[in-house]
């Protein structure tokens, strides 16, 4: 599934070989100094050279240091790659995951929201007490959840875009406050278990066991890929301006076939396909394809680019800043539900601890850049991986909590470095 | 050039609080025609050109497009009426690609999606026609030079049809070449049959470019000249404002300096 990243961080990227076509419109002599991308594979294959030279590393870090993470635990301990616990783990990174796809939208503003964590557990404890205690039915009551958790960000949002506070100031007092609320809903009773036969229970523990499943999944992933891929390549030829080289189409569709066969593959060796994966990949689809293919998403990459561009083009930045932060709130929502769904219950240290930070670390270990401006949902599952991975390894290896807080630290520092280093060689080849 | 102007500011006067910025100060741009405003700093040149954009709307005055008075409070007003500006500080996104920039604020959609192909089509489509030559449509804006992304802000002004283009100080900070790119860029909007006020500081882009010049002094107008038919000491000594200043002390200093 990782190779559903392009190579590029940003989809605007996505395009940026432009040599003139054979077509008359090329009437202007072209400076011999610009670089121009020659047809063909050849030219592909150049051109990613180049912008790897650049600093448009794009998503291979990651990938590289998730191939070193596993290659080291699985040297260690050979249960590592298991079907059992790639499943497990597949399922363990959903909770935190999805916080991060929030995190992602606030962090292409240029953003932080710290309430993340805090927002999370009250959403649990709000869908505990209306579904347990009060007896709301369950699909109410995980609306209200859900809702409370955007309504929160539109709260902060408006704090920050109309009063000015900022974000950094808004989220920290939501932090402690938000945390506050869930210890006065949760009250005296502290822990309250949920229905273990309900929906939310089932979130993480319904597996898809039909093989068809996942390989119908993956099938249809690589097949949908291919046909937009496919459809939209004819269009450009028709419109007369540079499109891919079908070879580099299918290429692309292989790379993203292997792994996700792979996947299924591995998935269906234990249990199936799990419902907690398949959910978080379709919000990672569907917030990716809102964030490139849609107005909505340009205007969000455009105020993480320039405020003072986006504003004069008519942008209503306030209203972008607002709603980002409330799907922030919400995906902490969701997020919430599936961690609660996996201990199966609601208590007072939820969404403490060191949720946030693995959040946040997600986000940017998966390459959203923390100035603003470039990332893609597919980091939120990258980044998770990553620190997924680390915490199951060091649990097989029965490695104290103290060490993988060290390391997950580590790799954080790592990936804030290789963003800012990538940035200043974007800056210095004139890329950023 | 056509009768009735497509711009034309009557007696427009603006203050803020002690200061008199504008006092009762005349403008007229025709179609195809290239205006240059000069004046020295605090001359009130851009407390003009906030007026007719939209952005801090005349205390005083009229304006009149193509010959009806109308009210310019906003700058979606200007926008509609059909003057595009193009600022000092071009307000690019950087981080999106030129097809982003040029069609930001007014994406081409299809079925609620983006529509990138004719959005791309249209990009490249508008560069040729203007002979902009950047190195592809799809980088992202940092990767241009100076005069390539003043000539993708002017592209971008001309995106929403206008008949008057105003340009604030087009060719400050550009190179030789890239000056030169922008002022070919001007003639071929003046070939278009737009209205176009430069503003600038740059005497020899003046020279090069406009028909007429309008000067201003203290927030007054003082004086319109034809470009061919004027000296560009002239046109100096009337931003200046007197005779008897240090431009005209040295060039009695040095006669040979005097055309």
Known sequence: MSAKMTKEPSGQGRHAVDAPPAAANAVHPVDPRLLVRQQGFKGYLTESLRKLRSGELGSLPVVLGLAIIWAIFQIKDSAFLSAENLSNLSINIVGTGLIAVGIVFVLLLGEIDLSVGSVSGLSAAIFAVLNVNQGMPEWQAVLVAIGSGALIGVVQGFFFAKVGVPAFVVTLAGLLAWNGLMLQVLGSSGTINIDDSGFVAKLTSYYFTDVGAAYGLAAAAVLLYFLTAFSDNRRRARAAIPSRPTSEIVLRTVGLAVPTFLAAYVLNQYKGLPLALLIFLAVIVLLEFVLRRTPYGRKIFALGGSVEAASRSGINVARVRISVFAISGGMAAIGGLFIASQIAAANQSAGGGNLLMNAIAAAVIGGTSLFGGRGSTWSALLGSLVIGSISSGMALLGVAAAVNFMITGAVLLAAAVIDSISRRTQKVSGRA | ?259
């Open chain 2, 1 to 259: 050039m056509s009768a009735t102007p497509v711009l034309a500011l009557r007696g427009i006067s603006k203050r803020f609080g002690a200061v008199q910025a504008l006092t009762d100060v005349e403008l007229e741009i025709h179609a195809g025609e290239v205006v240059a405003l000069v004046g020295d700093n605090g001359a009130g040149k851009s407390t003009l050109v906030k007026v007719i954009a939209g952005v801090g709307p005349a205390d005083d005055g009229v304006i009149e497009w193509e010959g009806r008075p109308v009210q310019v409070a906003r700058p979606h007003d200007a926008q509609h009426l059909g003057v595009a500006t193009v600022y000092q500080d071009l307000a690019l996104c950087d981080n999106l690609d030129v097809v982003g920039n040029l069609f930001l604020g007014r994406e081409i959609r299809r079925f609620g999606v983006l529509d990138e192909v004719e959005m791309e089509r249209r990009s490249r489509e508008l560069l040729n026609t203007l002979s902009i030559r950047i190195p592809s449509v799809r980088i992202p804006i940092a990767s241009l030079s100076g005069g390539q992304r003043q000539t993708v802000a002017i592209a971008r002004s001309l995106l929403g049809e206008p008949k008057v283009v105003i340009l604030d100080e087009p060719t400050a900070a550009l190179g030789v070449e890239q000056t030169a790119q922008v002022l070919d860029l001007v003639e071929r909007l003046r070939e278009r049959g737009l209205g176009v006020i430069l503003i600038s500081h740059n005497m020899a882009d003046v020279k090069a470019v406009a028909d007429r010049v309008g000067v201003l002094r203290l927030g007054r107008n003082n004086g319109f000249f034809d470009v061919r038919s004027t000296s560009q000491e002239e046109i100096i000594a009337a931003i200046t404002g007197a005779t008897d200043n240090a431009v005209t002390r040295r060039r009695a200093r040095s006669p040979e300096a005097s055309k």
